[in-house]
C-alpha cells in the first residue's frame, strides 16, 4: 500500500512556472501507475496527466497539452509534475493518485487512463493558484 504526498503549489502569476512533486511511502511504487489531478472551486475534479510504473508511457489532458510534463523517478518514489506557462484556468488543488491494478506499459496511452474514476491512495492535495 502507497501514501501519496504533494508538494509545490503556490501562488505565481500569468506565465509563470511550478514544480509539482508527489512522494510516496510504502512498498513497489515501481507497480503503480500514478496520475496528476485537479479540482478547482465548484467543478468536478478532473485528470491532468498520469504515468505509468516504469514512466515510458505518459498521458495528458488536452488542456496542459504542451505545458505540462510528467516523470517519475522510481528509486526516489517521487512523481513529477513540471507546469509551464501556467494560465488563471489552471488554478486548482492538485492531487496525485495511484491506479492499483498492475497494467501493461502500453494500457497508459489510452484516454480511459485519463479519469479519476479508480485511482485510489490520494494525498492531501497541493494548492496552485494563477493570477493575471
Known amino acids: 500500500q502507497l501514501q501519496l504526498v504533494e508538494s509545490g503549489g503556490s501562488s505565481v502569476q500569468f506565465g509563470g512556472s511550478l514544480l509539482l512533486s508527489c512522494a510516496a511511502s510504502?512498498?513497489?511504487?515501481?507497480?503503480?501507475?500514478i496520475g496528476w489531478f485537479r479540482q478547482a472551486p465548484g467543478k468536478e475534479r478532473e485528470a491532468v496527466s498520469v504515468?505509468?510504473?516504469?514512466?515510458?508511457?505518459?498521458n495528458y489532458a488536452d488542456s496542459v497539452k504542451g505545458r505540462f510534463l510528467i516523470s517519475r523517478d522510481n528509486d526516489r518514489k517521487t512523481v513529477y509534475l513540471q507546469m509551464n506557462s501556467l494560465r488563471p484556468g489552471d488554478t486548482a488543488v492538485y492531487y496525485c493518485?495511484?491506479?492499483?491494478?498492475?497494467?501493461?506499459?502500453?494500457?497508459?496511452?489510452?484516454?480511459?487512463?485519463?479519469?479519476?474514476?479508480?485511482?485510489?491512495?490520494w494525498g492531501r492535495g497541493t494548492q496552485v493558484t494563477v493570477s493575471e
Open positions: 510504502g512498498v513497489n511504487f515501481d507497480y503503480y501507475g
Open positions: 504515468i505509468s510504473n516504469h514512466g515510458g508511457i505518459t
Open positions: 493518485a495511484a491506479d492499483p491494478l498492475f497494467r501493461p506499459e502500453l494500457n497508459y496511452s489510452s484516454g480511459w487512463v485519463l479519469s479519476p474514476t479508480g485511482y485510489e491512495e
